[in-house]
């Protein structure tokens, strides 16, 4: 089961898959796996750690590995928020609004 699979229920819908991923935290790693960077659902750093053998490195590479490991972390954050919205368009109703009785509002037969 996605995490996304209640979003068409009315009673926890967008609203709360939004909430459960800004209370979520990502992972992100650079590419030679020297940092880790934990990101918060809202994209901020949360908790950056660092493996034994960045001692060994240059600053300038330290430096790139941790932003790199932030870029992942909020990678997987804004993928978390795409996958939501596609859950979200799919679960559309795919039929025009009816009539409202609303001056303004839909027409009847769905007609704008």
């Known amino acids: ?13 967008v609203p709360g898959a939004l909430d459960r991923i800004r209370s979520q935290t990502f992972t992100g790693r650079d590419p030679d796996n020297l940092v880790t960077a934990e990101v918060t659902g809202d994209g901020m750093v949360d908790r950056i750690t660092f493996a034994a053998t ?7 590479a ?7 490991a932030i870029a992942d972390g909020q990678r997987q954050g804004v ?3 795409m ?7 799919s679960s559309e109703p795919d039929e025009k609004p009816v009539g409202d009785g609303i ?10």
Not at 54 to 60: G, I, N, W, Y
Not at 62 to 68: E, P, W
């Open 54 to 60: 960045v001692a060994t490195r240059r600053p300038p």
């Open 1 to 13: 089961m996605s995490m996304f699979d209640d979003v068409d229920l009315p009673a926890v819908g």
């Open 103 to 112: 001056v303004g509002g839909p027409s009847e037969g769905g007609n704008a």
């Open 62 to 68: 330290v430096a790139t590995a941790v932003l790199a």
């Open 79 to 81: 993928e978390a928020l």
């Open 83 to 89: 996958e939501l919205a596609a859950a979200r368009d």
